[in-house]
T-cell receptor, first 116, second 116 residues
Framework: AQSVAQPEDQVNVAEGNPLTVKCTYS??????LFWYVQYPNRGLQFLLK??????LVKGSYGFEAEFNKSQTSFHLKKPSALVSDSALYFC??????????????FGKGTLLTVNP | GAVVSQHPSWVICKSGTSVKIECRSLDFQATTMFWYRQFPKQSLMLMAT?????????EQGVEKDKFLINHASLTLSTLTVTSAHPEDSSFYICSASRDGAYNEQFFGPGTRLTVL
């Protein structure tokens, strides 16, 4: 069975400081990994994904994530946080097989608060 | 591209009534659609997976007769909450995937259901 762990329920950073939101995963075979952001009462917005290739993935709004196979991690990072980055962040994983019926498994989410 | 809409965005209904939520892929044909439920400050829980023209596959613990899913076309899936009760109040999110493109899921904006 596949699983995702987001060890921190909350992350607080000051505006302008770098931020990291942690994610580790477990899946059979090679993973497809995703980060999504959710603002209050809204659906999920796609940030970035790792499918194959470079371990450092760049995404929307200045976010990036590094795939580390040996540590089975896919931490989300941003060099300089903005107050508007405050939201709920979800990491998700699926195996790189299974066709269109594959299931995404989500972490429990990390609430990021960026303080002015 | 890859836009998914949901209607309505919010709905309030009386206990015992049925509510239908629509999920549409606006600019692509969705081979598969997924329905999720999200409780406040919690992760997404997959309810069911549906393919166009066939019966939905429900996750363990999800009542098929209570949450009716119809995937009538490649651009429309509906979730009907039958005989709704206050405990069905939740945020319902759909997603859609298409063949190719790593079968990535594209998420709708969600529907807030409140049962009085």
């Amino acid at each position: 069975a596949q699983s995702v762990a987001q060890p921190e329920d909350q992350v607080n950073v000051a505006e302008g400081n770098p931020l990291t939101v942690k994610c580790t995963y477990s899946v059979s075979g090679n993973p497809y990994l995703f980060w999504y952001v959710q603002y209050p009462n809204r659906g999920l917005q796609f940030l970035l994904k790792y499918i194959t290739g470079d371990n450092l993935v760049k995404g929307s709004y200045g976010f990036e994530a590094e795939f580390n196979k040996s540590q089975t991690s896919f931490h989300l990072k941003k060099p300089s946080a903005l107050v508007s980055d405050s939201a709920l962040y979800f990491c998700a994983v699926r195996p790189n097989s299974g066709g269109s019926n594959y299931k995404l498994t989500f972490g429990k989410g990390t609430l990021l608060t960026v303080n002015p | 591209g890859a836009v998914v809409s949901q209607h309505p965005s919010w709905v309030i209904c009386k206990s015992g009534t049925s509510v239908k939520i629509e999920c549409r892929s606006l600019d692509f044909q969705a081979t598969t659609m997924f329905w999720y439920r999200q409780f406040p400050k919690q992760s997404l829980m997959l309810m069911a997976t549906s393919n166009e023209g066939s019966k939905a596959t429900y996750e363990q613990g999800v009542e098929k007769d209570k949450f009716l899913i119809n995937h009538a076309s490649l651009t429309l899936s509906t979730l009907t909450v039958t005989s709704a009760h206050p405990e069905d109040s939740s945020f319902y999110i759909c997603s859609a995937s298409r063949d190719g493109a790593y079968n990535e899921q594209f998420f709708g904006p969600g529907t807030r259901l409140t049962v009085l």
